[in-house]
């Protein structure tokens, strides 16, 4: 639980040599370069390096002609030290541009004609079983046609009509609730008739011109988009012996250009006096070494310091963290960063998420599957979802043992409890209830102290004094809190609490009162703020009564608030009484209904449980301690300025 240690790095030397000192040591991911402008007053006669960067319209071209191509470029790490010449670069990208276009506006002409025809072969799909010669039709000067299709119940009310000598209706196809078919019109009637089918709904349908029967043009439909696929297979063919021939070739000027970009960009960064410069940049104390190391021989002066101390200059912040924790970071991350000065709550988390979602979701066979899902996702692509959800699984399979819940089944194990260990099962859920919801109030009182303590912490490092001692989630805060509870535990709890001294916990209940009524005077006085003394006093002490209940209300809430614990026990075996309810006796109809309801209920459980202990977290408990007002390390590295750039590839080609 820790923010590891930064130092700032302050480089000068002549310029001719800033690119050698780019190359060695600001490209790995070991600095965190930082504007020197932000650093070193402009008195001093330094001024920002402004430059065009001369590699970007290259940079962009290349990418652009390997997404036509539809492939991916490779950085290779090769071509640090390799001749830059922009004429050769342009030439060779506007011919591979130029053969990438031709190929790519032929292989769109021809997927558009391909549409068409396989358009056309859907609309006379529906009338192959007219044989007619549409020329016939087309050169009629005396009756007009219209193909399309209607409702099959309106189609049936043409029968009414078959006396009609001007209206004749073929049907062609009927699919669905549709008939598909044609009919014809004299001339002099087309709009009577027209009027008379769009009340029927009919739904007109424009064939492509053709002078065969619609079953022969069909055939030739079905020709076209053979040859149209054959010759777009030999485009496709043709792009990628293409990609074959010129692929190293863009790789190699991809990974040039994009070095040479990126030490451009870091160049932008620093500030120069005539023919010095000017670099600074935080570097990680575990670092300090091999850059000092990438130093040692050059011609440069270099100097690493400790930060000033001072809040409104604090270094970024990088997590310190062990492989166990270090999944949790994401959720820290939904939260913010902490600030370099603060405290780093991901061991803190990762404890109460991984122990809260184990209670929780409390089931071996069940947790056991979570923790499976958790594995395969980290094994395949280092998720740090997978991570969590492989500890929460196991966390939920050991909770599971202990309720004696496995699948829902909440007896399975107790033959295991009585004849293998000889104790009775630790916990009967359904027997337990009061138990499990008055634990859970306890889990939440002690978390919410802790919560509180580590507020005190962070208030001491942000050198807040006053607030660590007065303020609702200080020492003031801890003891009217508890206090509170010791004297709701004598009220409730009967003779176990009766020896609970009534008198001084109220006294110190009282006394507490009175701080947090009055804490914005008593930090200002210890913290020497210039704002201490209230406008009105009247408005203060109104105002201030209203905050105090606010308090007490928000320490009650917060600790209801973790009834969810232990009624989210109580949800699961409840709904898994209901599947084990609704399946039959036996057969494969029980063991259907099992597999389903335990998938469903892991589902939805899964993402509730998942949910409900991220808002304890946050809500409940950040709240009271933690900012997350950071600026996280960020330090320029290469290698994953071309991962990324590979990564974005992948999904939009996805």
Request: proline share 4%.
């Amino acid at each position: 639980m820790a923010v590891e240690k930064m130092k700032l790095l302050t480089v000068s030397g002549k310029l001719d040599r800033l690119d050698e000192l780019i190359d060695r040591c600001c490209l790995d991911g070991r600095i965190q370069v930082e504007q020197a402008g932000e650093h070193i007053s402009g008195s001093l006669g330094y001024m920002p390096l402004s430059e065009a960067d001369p590699y970007a319209d290259r940079l962009s071209a290349v990418r652009e002609v390997a997404h036509d191509l539809g492939q991916e470029l490779h950085y290779r790490d090769t071509v640090r030290g390799s001749r830059d010449d922009a004429q050769v670069d342009n030439d060779l990208l506007s011919a591979l541009s130029k053969q990438v276009k031709d190929l790519q506006d032929r292989k769109n002409a021809l997927n558009a004609e391909i549409r068409q025809a396989e358009d056309a072969l859907r609309d006379l799909s529906h009338f192959v079983g007219m044989d007619l010669p549409l020329k016939e039709l087309y050169d009629s000067r005396f009756v007009r046609f219209r193909f399309g299709r209607m409702p099959r119940e309106n189609a049936q009310k043409l029968a009414l009509l078959k006396d009609d000598p001007y209206l004749l209706f073929f049907p062609c196809q009927t699919e669905g609730e549709d008939v598909w078919g044609v009919y014809f019109v004299p001339v002099n009637k087309v709009d009577e008739v027209d009027r008379l089918f769009a009340s029927l709904y009919f739904q007109r349908l424009r064939l492509p011109q053709t002078y065969e029967t619609p079953e022969r043009a069909a055939e030739d439909c079905r020709e076209k988009i053979r040859q149209g696929g054959e010759e777009r297979q030999r485009l496709d063919d043709e792009l990628r012996r293409l990609w074959d021939e010129k692929g190293d070739t863009c790789d190699e000027m991809y990974s040039r250009l994009l070095y040479r970009s990126a030490v451009h960009e870091v160049r932008s960064r620093v500030v120069v006096r005539r023919d010095s410069f000017v670099l600074i940049g935080w570097v990680p104390v575990r670092e300090e070494k091999a850059v000092r190391a990438a130093l040692a021989d050059l011609p440069v002066q270099a100097e690493l310091t400790n930060p000033s101390g001072k809040r409104g200059d604090a270094p970024p912040t990088k997590l310190k963290n062990g492989a166990l924790v270090r999944p949790y970071e994401e959720f820290v991350e939904m939260y913010g960063i902490p600030d370099y000065h603060d405290i780093d709550p991901t061991l803190f988390l990762s404890v109460i998420y991984t122990l809260l979602f184990g209670i929780m979701f409390a089931d071996l066979g069940q947790g056991l599957c979570v923790a499976a899902l958790g594995l395969f996702l980290w094994l395949k692509s280092r998720s740090r979802m997978g991570g969590i959800l492989l500890r929460c699984g196991l966390s939920s399979a050991v909770f599971g043992t202990l309720f004696g819940s496995v699948f829902g089944n909440e007896h399975l194990l107790d033959g295991f409890y009585t004849d293998v260990l000889h104790i009775d099962k630790p916990i009967e859920i359904m027997r337990d209830i009061t138990f499990i919801l008055v634990a859970a109030i306890g889990i939440g009182v002690f978390l919410l102290v802790v919560a509180m303590l580590l507020g005190v912490a962070s208030s001491v490092k942000r050198g807040h004094i006053g607030e660590a001692l007065f303020s609702e989630n200080g020492v003031a805060g801890i003891f009217t809190y508890l206090s509170l509870v010791l004297l709701i535990l004598r009220f409730m709890g009967g003779e176990t609490f009766a020896a609970v001294p009534a008198g001084p916990v109220t006294a110190v209940l009282l006394v507490c009162l009175a701080v947090l009524y009055f804490k914005q005077i008593l930090i200002g006085l210890v913290e020497r703020r210039p704002d201490w003394k209230p406008d009105s006093i009247g408005d203060y002490l109104l105002a201030n009564l209203f905050e105090l209940i606010e308090y007490v209300l928000s320490y009650f809430s917060n600790t209801v608030s973790f009834l969810r614990v232990g009624a989210f026990v109580l949800v699961h075996a409840g709904m898994m009484l209901v599947v084990y309810s609704m399946a039959p006796a036996a057969g494969a109809g029980r063991i259907a209904v099992l597999v389903l309801g335990n998938v469903l209920i892991m589902g939805i459980e899964g993402v509730l449980t998942y949910i409900q202990v991220l808002r304890l977290g946050f809500y409940e408990m950040f709240s009271r301690f933690y900012q997350g007002d950071g600026k996280p390390f960020s330090a320029f590295s290469l290698a994953r300025l071309a991962q990324r750039a590979g990564a974005a590839r992948r999904s939009d080609k996805a």
